[in-house]
């Protein structure tokens, strides 16, 4: 049982201490602004550097001015929007039999196009013992949250690609909730890894054959990857390598610690106005390594009530009018959602397993077990989560 007085004294105590830090942190991210716009002309000596550098943080690769900005483009007359999104019930070995649930969601927003809109779900039950259990690192091992969560993930795209084909209708733009960098495959095996990458990147070919451009939409990202470019720029050494910096060994704050903290939408909340995005950056995750022509890159959009990051792969970026077509839909649908996809929205709504139907899930899992005259148990730590206190 929460302590709640306790709580409200800790609430108290941080809440007190962010008030005073708020004027120091307004003055970094009035630096990282003065930053971005000092290297308008210099941008391409920054880039040199960045790639001579070692650092401890993922930062962004560009090829145009940091600061620079793109206002809105047209929108076209016609168009198809295509959302997907995804829950799950994760395993239970406490539970009475042992399985997970993947609910996918999607739907399709026909606009200026004679058709109605289109929204579906369908959930997939795993059970089968090669979808229990998996080869993780030459280990047969039981999925976990982690991995289920991945291939959820992959899920959602295929349904993507599914809708892509059912409609023949271009243009069209196919949105997902999240990334596009698969970052939890980092330092995982790699069999699971291979498999999960393979599967990812067939998507992607498909998409592109297509011709349906895709993007991960980021909301309230936490990304640091274009001030920590810019960090690199303030470092007083010709090239930087944080493992062997003397003001660090020395005890002293370093020249890049004037915008340290300050976070990526900090800076594009001052630099962007609604509807104009950013350059596009790319990211250095070592994952990337992997997806070849794939490459996936990304811009902040000023989304009306928020900066987002908006994903999107290589052949996306190096075409104009599928650049210019997410650009604009991305930002039509946040309005048409007062501030997130409407697109993505619904698919979360048709998508999302409440508390309530978890447990009917089980109830009716059990049910079925009793039907077909197995004996049903449950472990002393699910019985006491089921009887209420009294």
Partial sequence: MLNLAEIQKQLAKMVEEQAVRKPDFGQKVGIAVQEAKRWIAGYQHLAS???GSKTSWLVAKFDTPLSQVFPLPSRPERWLV???DGSQIFPDRHEAMLCYLINIGSVTLPYGVDARPHLSNLPHLFYRESELYQRWGGRRVLVNEETVSVKRHLMEVEELVRLARSWKFRPAVALIDG???LWTL???????RAIMLRRFLRMLDILRDLKTPIAGYISAPGSTDVINSMRVGLCSYEFANCDKCDWVREGKNPPCAV???VADIHLFERLLKPGERSPVFWSSSQILSDYGEHQIGFFYLHAGLEI????IPKWVVEDEGMLNLVHSVVYDQAQKGRGYPIALAEAHEQAVIRGTERELFYEMLEAALIRQGFKVSMTFKLMAK???AV
């Fill in 82 to 84: 295509f959302a997907s």
């Fill in 308 to 311: 987002a990051r908006v994903e």
């Fill in 179 to 181: 990334t596009l960098i």
């Fill in 186 to 192: 980092e330092g995982k095996p790699a069999d699971f």
């Fill in 386 to 388: 089921r009887t209420p």
């Fill in 259 to 261: 915008i340290e903290g």
């Fill in 49 to 51: 550097k960045i790639a």
